[in-house]
């Protein structure tokens, strides 16, 4: 079956480390997007990309990272510049830049210790 | 720039009651809405979208939405809840931003409880 996994499910970190969120979908969607979750505050956009090797900054950019070295993936790093990591992350892809509904991963919990 | 509200953060039901969410989005020419569902502990699945055509739209479930231009609202409804409905529901609306890209700005989202 076609879809989006994301891993791991849930994430424990020190303060001060980096850690990277795996993102994978074998739908053969062009774009994809990163999103934090906090209660209350619906989704915020982190980053987005349309096409391999290109990706830009959404509302939430600052203290994350992020690659489009194939299709299929699109990792995020959460780095130490992020000051408050802890949050349910979720990674979702559309097909291409049309107004179609977007698929959603099952989402990463991050916990900073 | 688009905005969605939702406007309850909670909606308390029994079950078998019906229920409606409601979402009221800003104005634009051209509206794109949709409706997903969350889960404990789980990504967002499509409940329906409108993209054109009939303004009642019908989902996944047993829900539905009506997307009134006027009122620019796009509520929810389901004329009989279960147990199983008992999740968050969120509203999107497609918004395009600079370089022809499209984007989904969600609303805060209702968190809907069905007591037996």
């Known amino acids: 079956d076609g879809g989006i996994t994301q891993s791991p499910k849930y994430l424990f970190r020190k303060e001060g480390q980096n850690v990277t969120l795996s993102c994978e979908q074998n739908l053969n969607h062009d774009a994809m997007y990163w999103y934090r979750q906090d209660p209350g505050q619906g989704l915020r956009l982190i980053y987005y990309?349309?096409?391999?090797?290109?990706?830009q900054k959404g509302d939430i950019a600052e203290g994350y990272s992020v690659s489009r070295e194939k299709k299929e993936s699109f990792p995020l790093t959460v780095t130490s510049a992020q000051k408050n990591p802890t949050a349910f992350y979720l990674c979702?892809?559309?097909?291409?830049?049309?107004?179609?509904?977007?698929?959603f991963g099952p989402g990463t919990r991050l916990t900073v210790l | 720039a688009q905005s969605v509200t939702q406007l309850d953060s909670q909606v308390p039901v029994f079950e078998e009651a019906p229920v409606e969410l409601r979402c009221n989005y800003s104005s634009s020419v051209s509206v794109y809405l949709f409706w997903y569902v969350q889960y404990p502990n789980q990504g967002l699945q499509l409940l329906l979208k409108y993209l054109s055509g009939s303004t009642l739209v019908k989902g996944i479930n047993g829900f539905e939405a009506e997307f009134n231009k006027s009122q620019t609202s796009f509520h929810l409804r389901k004329p009989s809840v279960h147990i199983s409905d008992t999740a968050e529901y969120f509203c999107a609306v497609s918004a395009t931003f600079s370089g022809g890209y499209n984007k989904l700005i969600f609303g805060a989202g209702t968190r809907l409880a069905v007591h037996p």
């Open positions: 979702a892809s559309n097909k291409d830049r049309g107004h179609n509904e977007q698929f």
């Open positions: 990309s349309q096409i391999v090797n290109d990706f």
